[in-house]
């Protein structure tokens, strides 16, 4: 079935710091793809998505570009801030439920 | 404009207790979600309803039961609890049922079986 890996973390940065987080995908269709964003005792919210391929996300300062030759998704900020500490999930959509990845632990010192 | 809200915050049960945790959510959507959160495995979707009357089955399914009360409330429940039941809950709504739909979710419910 459908899946997602996403790299192990926690990813420890110091501020302004680039942040690569990367995202790959396994689908028998072409799926939309999500990044969500959930920050300590929150809920998740969307961060940037992309529905077909070669379109990239923004959103934030981060982006992510749909690959589909390299199955990926991954997100990117060129410099991270303190309050981007949080927990971050990519995901597709396969028919409508959202199928996510294991999260990555972002923290960012100041 | 609330978005989607979900009670209890915290809940603390007993193995074989039974319990409801209710979603409501105020943006008009058709499709509503619940999902498990469990340290190292993500989110994963226990049951959804893609509009008032319908529900579905997700990927664990087992244990619990769901109601679609009205397009606006969507419950889950805990028959008889048991401890692998301890988890985070949310919910989430989206306006349809579709690939391209952005889930919006609720801030989620603490559950301990013990």
């Known amino acids: 079935g459908d899946s997602v890996t996403q790299m192990e973390g926690p990813v420890t940065l110091s501020e302004e710091a680039f942040l690569t987080i990367n995202c790959t995908y396994t689908?028998?269709?072409?799926?939309?793809l999500f990044w969500y964003v959930q920050y300590p005792g929150e809920g998740l919210q969307l961060l940037l998505k992309a529905t077909k391929a070669d379109d990239k996300g923004s959103n934030k300062g981060f982006e992510a570009t749909y690959r589909k030759e390299t199955t990926s998704f991954h997100l990117e900020k060129g410099s991270v801030q303190v309050s981007d500490s949080a927990v971050y999930f990519c995901?597709?959509?396969?028919?409508?439920?959202?199928?996510f990845g294991k999260g990555t632990t972002l923290s960012v010192s100041s | 404009n609330a978005g989607v809200t979900q009670t209890p915050k915290f809940q603390v049960l007993k193995t074989g207790q039974s319990m409801t945790l209710q979603c409501a959510q105020d943006m008009n959507h058709n499709s509503m979600y619940w999902y498990r959160q469990d340290p190292g495995m993500g989110l994963r979707l226990i049951y959804y309803?893609?509009?008032?009357?319908?529900?579905d089955k997700g990927e664990v399914p087992n244990g619990y039961n769901v109601s679609r009360l009205n397009k606006r409330e969507f419950s889950l429940r805990l028959e008889s609890a048991a401890p692998s039941q301890t988890s985070v809950y949310f919910c989430?709504?989206?306006?349809?049922?579709?690939?391209?739909?952005?889930?919006?979710f609720g801030p989620g419910t603490r559950l301990l079986v013990l």
């Open positions: 689908a028998t269709g072409y799926p939309s």
């Open positions: 995901a597709l959509s396969d028919g409508g439920a959202l199928i």
């Open positions: 309803s893609a509009s008032e009357g319908t529900t």
């Open positions: 989430a709504s989206s306006e349809e049922r579709g690939d391209q739909e952005t889930q919006y």
